[in-house]
Each structure stands twice: as structure tokens, then as C-alpha cells.
């Protein structure tokens, strides 16, 4: 926790100052001390942009960055640190910890938006080949994670926005997927510097300005984005926010030395989002050309134009050579009326105010009133902020409330509704710094109760919707995805790999070095069922389902424990066992040799009793003194939820045998076990609360918010039971402002006790005594040779 939330955003703020010292130096002028962390960390992307293009240079990355880092803290020395500016260092570390709330105050190293979005399994991906390999493919075998690579990669898709988190990952050892939050985070507090130093002109006090970044840093919309891991969007909000605060000194003294900074934000962005960050950039830039013109006339602003294109041009050159990026189908994506991806519905043009109360951004907030009281209250407010801004004649404000409105205005008519939604996002810190402005002006203008007031309305309408986003958010399974990235290091080389169950953190990024795939994933091979279909994305199916044939290919199987999963093939052994996964492999010539697999058992049981002609059946295939292979089951005891006593707000749809815990309470049942023995506790489904299981009053563990896809199985622990009744309790405390605790109840159950073990031994059976397997419960049978 220490590595991801302290050290690296410290690591990356201190190369983020070293780096912009050095672009000082370049250009030979003094930054705003609150504007040099950002303008190094756009040089970082701008550099990393050109050593990651290709693969023979990419792992000088981190090197050539520390290395700049330390030659412009050099270069700069000595020199007479500034008076700190204690607002604004407070305002942006309050950002800062609003952002890492939901993660830090989980108690792990873990990232948001794990069920909603499965985009970040794809960054970190990305992140960590283009740090060993740029953007090559060579040298990777056929995997899900390859095809994925060629999915973005070989379509140019722009990875800037992810360089400074690979350069994080390289120099801390922690993988990208743990550092994720962490830079979201470093990434808003930049934004809270640059909305500082544009809203000098606003607010005479340093108290004032950093109460109104405080509250337009955190708009619920970008907040809600980032709770999704949404990194363009935020950093976009950043980029746009630095380049507005850069331009209108630049425009004022009218000095080739003040367009080196300019450029590298203008390339930086560019890096982020290719061609389409000319949407964002172009209506600040001609503004500034314009006002250059009639500041300084028109020859010496088409100069300083020209000089400016010359500067930024060639630090763009990693992101200009991306051209597929606008062909299809990442067009259509951009431009298609019909394209809603991961939202619901098209997103409220009004929630660019940036007040939205509800625990998920896609949906309507149910408090109508409140909320349609709120963003009028806003919009006047912001209405009239941009009145006195005028009157003001703050520049640097107009500039960027003008020009990112402007930009998302554009997008938002011309784009889809998918792209849209990141337009209001991008835009909303603008219309809040423009209401805070306005409230602003009212205080000053007296008397001052009434918008003191106002301005408490206007924060508390943030802070509300950013309070509900955080007990919806969607936390990542830090210990079982964990438990991936160990198993990973282990099977290294040792591929391909099967995952039979929808993880797109393990097929794309934490499985990597075993060539693994999905099997409802993006993949090369076809998997085909059984019964010859394939598994459609996000679904999730028991081995014994596939066709042995298309799971034989694969030497490494990384499987979900369950207790009601079958034992893969006789070729393969149990190499390693975790909490949550267990790892099966074969050797290179698989032995014995499947002539047939019968499968046997349900959903609900790994194992049956097979009938006797199937038997002969099989008997016949392998042959004259052939054999068949066969592994005994266990039957598991199956309690739904549903049938349990419980409290009448969990009942879910009509002839469905979960229940949806939307409140705290407790399910309690009997039942029998016919037999004896260590019966391990297992609890199928999601859950965001703290579930606990007791038998006859001993619990057998518990477990909070474990979410996963597919509605897998997770064991709280085991315990030894009798044959006979026993009682079974399950607790549900949906807990006090943890994170993600009021968030959409998802389906819970059923209950299982089950004594199978990982490791069930297969025995052999010579075919001419096959009838001896009649009657007997058997997990599956197979012909063998």
C-alpha cells in the first residue's frame, strides 16, 4: 500500500518536477512554480512518446527520464526555492486524497470500476509491453493478450496517457494494475494546480481559490469517470486546463522562449489523443493567435505562429504517424449516433454542471427535484461567473472556460453518444470553476449570507454526488487478482494457457508471460463447447463443457476453484493450488492419450452416475485390452438463499434461487448431510457487504465485497460436520461508508457443502471390467490409450 499510494506518486511528482526544471532551462524562462510538475509530466510523455515507438529502444524509457529529471534539477541548482503556496499544496492534495479515498480507504492496493468496465485490464496490458517492447508484436505467441495488443496497437491507438504510468511501473517493481489509481489520482491533483493558477484573477484570498479547485477539481462526472478508470478523460481535463494557463502569458509577453512550454502541452495532448486532441486543443490556440494578432499585429503573431508549429510539430511526430486511428472501425466508434458502448443510454447534456447525485453516472438520479434545483442554481451561478470574468478581464479563465466549452460543445453535437459523455466529462471542471467564479463575485459584491450560502448549496451538491459515486464504486478483488499476477511469474514460458472462466485481468495483462487466453475472450483458437458452440464474451463455463479435443491444445489450465467444478482431463496434474485458483498442466506429448471423454454431473454437481450403455459405449472405443480412466465424486450439498428465511427486501425476480441483499440481515436453513468428513463453506455469486457463514454457531469464515464475473464461487473456510441436520446462517452487513457499500445489489447464492478437493486422483480400469464403473458416481470417464 506504502509502494503504490506514497512512493510512486512522490517518485512520479519529483521526475515531473525535474523534467519541467529542464524545459525552464530550455526555453530560458521561470514557470509558475504550480504549473512546473505539469509541464514535466506532459515532457514525459512527449519523450517516452519517441523511445517507445520501437522495441530496440523502449526499456531505455525510465532511464531517459531519470536522467532528464536529474540534469534539469542540476541544471537548476542553485536556486532560491519560492515561498510555498500553502492553498493551493492543500487544494491539491485534498484532491488528491478525495480521488484515493475509495481505494486507500479499502485498506488494499486496488483500482475502481472492475465490473463495469473492463477497458483497464487492456491499459495496463499496453503499459507494461510498451515499456519492454514499444509498440512491436514480435516475439509473441498466438494468446488473448496478443490479440489484444494487435487489436489496439496495430490500429495506432494513442497510449500517452499511459507512458507515466509504465515509467511508475518500471522504476517501483509494482505492476501497472496496482499504480493505476494511484496515478489517477496524481493526474486530478495536477489538475487542481492548473485550475489555481487560472483562477487568480477570480478570487482575491488563496482561501477562496482553493475552496472553489477543491470543489470544480472533483466535478461528478470526472469523478464518476475516474471511478470507472477512465485515464483519458482526466487526463485530458489536465491537459487542457495547463495549456489554458500557459497561453496568456505566452500571448502577453509575446517571447518565442514562453511557446517551448505551450508545445510540449500541445504535443503531450496530442500524445494522449492523437488526432482527435485537436478538437480540445484548436479553440485555444486560435484564440490565443487572435488576441496575439491584436495585441502584437499581424506579422509578429503569424511569426510567433510559425515558430510555435515548428516547436510543437516535431515533438507530435510519435503521435502524428498514428493515421489508422481515425479509419474504421475506430471511426465509427468516434462518429456513429448509435454507439453507446458500456453506457445505458446517452448521458444528460446537463451533467456537464458537474452535480449529479446518484451512485452511477449512466443512470438518472432519482432525487428530480434536488438535482434539477441544483444545476439551475449552477448554470446561473456559472452565467453569471463568466459576466464578472469579463468585467474582470481575466484572460486566463475566459480562455479556458471559452475554449473547453467551445471544443466540448462540438464533440458533443458531432460525436457519439459514447464520445459525448467523455466531452461533458472533460468539460465539467470548466462550467464548476465558472459557477465557483460567479459565486465569487457575489460574495464580493455584498451582502455576502446569501452566497455564502449559495456556494455551500453548490459544494454540497458536489460532494454529495462524488459521496454516492463512492459508495457505488466497483473495487477490484486485490487478493485474488493478486493470486493472477503470482501465477503469472509461475507458468512464465510455459504456455499456451487456458483461463475457462471470463477474467480480462488475467487473459490480457496477469498471465501474460504463459501466452494465455479467454475462453470467452479475444482469442486466435476457437474453444468450442461440447456441443460445438462458443462461449460468448463475458461468460464463463466448467471444463468439463469444452471439447477435449480444442482443451488438449493447451499445456498450462488456470481454473477457478469450485465445488461443483469437474477435474480437467487424466493428461493433466494439479501443479499448484490457491485460495482461488488452482493450476493444471500436461507434458508436452500428453499422456495417456483421449480417445473419448464422457462427462457427467450439472451446474449444481461435478459428478453423477453415469448410465451403464454409455459405459459400454466407451468401453467398445478404447479398444482390446484398452482402458478407461475415471475419477469418483463427491456429492455437494446445494442450500439457495431463496429458500432460506430471510428478510423480504432481498427477494429478487419471480422463479429465481438467489436473493439481492439490498439491506443488512441474516438467511437461515437446515439441512442434511448424509456422510461425515471436512466439508469446505462456499458462497456463489457477488457481494459488496460482509458476508459470514456459521454452522451450528461455528463460523466458517468470512468475506466483504468480493466481486467477480460470472456469479463464481468463492470458500470462506472449511469445517468438520457430522452427518445428520445442521443449521446454516448467513450474516449480510452491507457495513458503514466503506467503499462501495450502497452500491446496486447484485446476486447472491446459493450455498454449497462440498468435500471434493483440488487434487481428485483419476484410476484406471481395464475396458473388459468397464461394467464395474456402473453405479458408481464418477466425475467423468474416459477412453484412453
Known amino acids: 500500500m506504502l509502494a503504490c499510494w506514497l512512493a510512486f506518486p512522490a517518485l512520479l511528482i519529483a521526475l515531473a518536477c525535474g523534467c519541467g526544471l529542464l524545459v525552464e532551462r530550455i526555453a530560458g524562462i521561470e514557470l509558475p512554480g504550480l504549473l512546473l510538475p505539469g509541464v514535466g509530466l506532459a515532457a514525459i510523455i512527449v ?54 479515498a475509495p481505494i486507500a480507504l479499502s485498506g488494499k492496493p486496488t483500482f475502481a470500476g472492475y465490473v463495469k468496465l473492463d477497458d483497464t485490464a487492456s491499459w495496463v496490458g499496453i503499459t507494461d509491453r510498451l515499456m519492454q517492447h514499444g509498440r512491436s508484436l514480435a516475439g509473441l505467441q498466438p494468446s488473448t493478450y496478443q490479440a489484444m495488443l494487435h487489436f489496439y496497437l496495430d490500429s495506432d491507438y494513442p497510449v500517452g496517457a499511459f507512458l507515466p504510468l509504465g515509467i511508475g511501473h518500471v522504476l517501483t517493481r509494482q505492476d501497472s494494475l496496482w499504480l493505476y489509481q494511484p496515478y489517477l489520482a496524481v493526474l486530478a491533483s495536477l489538475l487542481a494546480c492548473a485550475l489555481y493558477e487560472l483562477s487568480r484573477p ?78 480540445w486543443l ?95 442554481l449552477a448554470i446561473a451561478a456559472a452565467l453569471w461567473g463568466v459576466y464578472s470574468a469579463v468585467r474582470r478581464r481575466a484572460w486566463a479563465p475566459l480562455l479556458y472556460i471559452g475554449g473547453v466549452g467551445l471544443a466540448g460543445a462540438v464533440v458533443y453535437l458531432a460525436a457519439s453518444p459514447w464520445v459525448d459523455a467523455k466531452a461533458l466529462a472533460i468539460a465539467s471542471p470548466a462550467v464548476l470553476l465558472a459557477a465557483a467564479a460567479g459565486v465569487g463575485a457575489l460574495v464580493d459584491a455584498r451582502p455576502a449570507i446569501p452566497a455564502v450560502l449559495l456556494a455551500l448549496v453548490l459544494a454540497g451538491g458536489v460532494l454529495w454526488s462524488n459521496v454516492l459515486a ?26 499456451p494457457t487456458l483461463m475457462t472462466d471470463y477474467e480480462p485481468f488475467g487473459a490480457r495483462h496477469l498471465l501474460r508471460k504463459g501466452d494465455p487466453e479467454g475462453a470467452s475472450e479475444l482469442r486466435r483458437r476457437q474453444i468450442p463447447l461440447r456441443n460445438g458452440q462458443l462461449l460468448q464474451k463475458g461468460q464463463s463455463a466448467d471444463v468439463d ?47 495417456p492419450q483421449v480417445i473419448s471423454h464422457l462427462p457427467l454431473g450439472d451446474d449444481v454437481n461435478a459428478g453423477a452416475v453415469p448410465r451403464c450403455n454409455d459405459v459400454l459405449a466407451l ?50 436453513a437446515v439441512t442434511t448431510l448424509d456422510a461425515g468428513g471436512r466439508y469446505g463453506v462456499w458462497i456463489g455469486g457477488l457481494f459488496r457487504g460482509r458476508v459470514e457463514i456459521d454452522v451450528d454457531g461455528a463460523s466458517a469464515g468470512s468475506m466483504r465485497n468480493r466481486l467477480t464475473h460470472g456469479g463464481a464461487y468463492s470458500e470462506l473456510g472449511s469445517l468438520p460436520l ?31 457443502l462440498s468435500r471434493e478437493t483440488a487434487d481428485r486422483p483419476f484410476f484406471y480400469v481395464p475396458a473388459s471390467f468397464a461394467r464395474g464403473l456402473c453405479g458408481q458416481r464418477l466425475d467423468w470417464i474416459e477412453a484412453v490409450g
Open 722 to 752: 457430522r452427518p445428520g441436520r445442521h443449521t446454516i446462517t448467513l450474516r449480510y452487513d452491507r457495513g458503514f461508508f466503506h467503499p462501495g457499500n450502497a452500491g446496486e445489489a447484485f446476486p447472491l447464492g446459493p450455498i454449497v
Open 202 to 279: 477570480l478570487f482575491a484570498s488563496g482561501a477562496r481559490r482553493a475552496a472553489a479547485v477543491f470543489v470544480a477539481s472533483q466535478s461528478a462526472l470526472l469523478f464518476g469517470y475516474t471511478m470507472w478508470g477512465g485515464v483519458k478523460e482526466l487526463a485530458t481535463a489536465w491537459l487542457v486546463a495547463l495549456l489554458a494557463a500557459l497561453l496568456v502569458p505566452a500571448v502577453r509577453a509575446a517571447s518565442p522562449r514562453m511557446l517551448v512550454a505551450p508545445a510540449v502541452v500541445v504535443a503531450a495532448t496530442l500524445g494522449a489523443l492523437s488526432y482527435a486532441g485537436g478538437a
Open 47 to 100: 519523450v517516452a512518446g519517441f523511445t517507445t515507438i520501437a522495441g530496440a529502444t523502449a526499456e531505455l524509457t525510465a532511464p531517459l527520464v531519470v536522467a532528464l529529471a536529474v540534469v534539469g534539477l542540476g541544471l537548476s541548482l542553485p536556486r532560491r526555492l519560492p515561498r510555498p503556496e500553502w492553498w493551493a499544496l492543500g487544494a491539491a492534495l485534498a484532491v488528491f486524497l478525495v480521488y484515493a
Open 470 to 495: 463512492y459508495g457505488g464504486v466497483d473495487l477490484g478483488p486485490r487478493d485474488r487478482l493478486g493470486e493472477l499476477e503470482r501465477i503469472g511469474n509461475r507458468i512464465a514460458g510455459q504456455g
Open 282 to 376: 484548436a479553440p485555444l490556440l486560435l484564440a490565443a493567435l487572435v488576441a496575439l494578432v491584436r495585441q502584437a499585429g499581424r506579422r509578429l503573431a503569424l511569426r510567433m505562429a510559425a515558430l510555435f508549429a515548428a516547436i510543437a510539430v516535431p515533438l507530435s511526430i510519435p503521435a502524428l504517424l498514428l493515421v489508422k486511428f481515425l479509419s474504421e472501425p475506430a471511426a465509427s466508434t468516434i462518429t456513429s449516433q448509435s454507439r453507446l458502448a458500456n453506457l445505458i443510454q446517452p448521458l444528460s447534456p446537463f451533467q456537464v454542471v458537474g452535480i449529479w447525485p446518484v451512485d452511477d453516472f449512466r443512470l438518472r438520479s432519482p432525487n428530480t427535484v434536488a438535482t434539477t434545483l441544483l444545476i439551475a
Open 619 to 668: 468401453a467398445r472405443q478404447a479398444g482390446a485390452g484398452g482402458r478407461l480412466a475415471a475419477v469418483r465424486s463427491s456429492p455437494a450439498t446445494l442450500i439457495t438463499l431463496r429458500s432460506m428465511r430471510h428478510p423480504h427486501g432481498w427477494d429478487g425476480a419471480p422463479g429465481v434461487n438467489y436473493v439481492l441483499p439490498r439491506s443488512s440481515g441474516s438467511a437461515t
Open 545 to 591: 463443457q469444452f471439447d477435449t479435443r480444442a482443451l488438449l491444445v493447451y499445456r498450462t489450465l488456470v481454473l477457478r476453484r469450485s465445488p461443483v467444478g469437474s477435474r480437467p482431463p487424466a493428461p493433466y496434474r494439479l501443479v499448484w493450488s490457491g485460495r482461488w485458483y488452482d493450476v493444471w498442466q500436461r507434458a508436452p506429448d500428453p499422456d
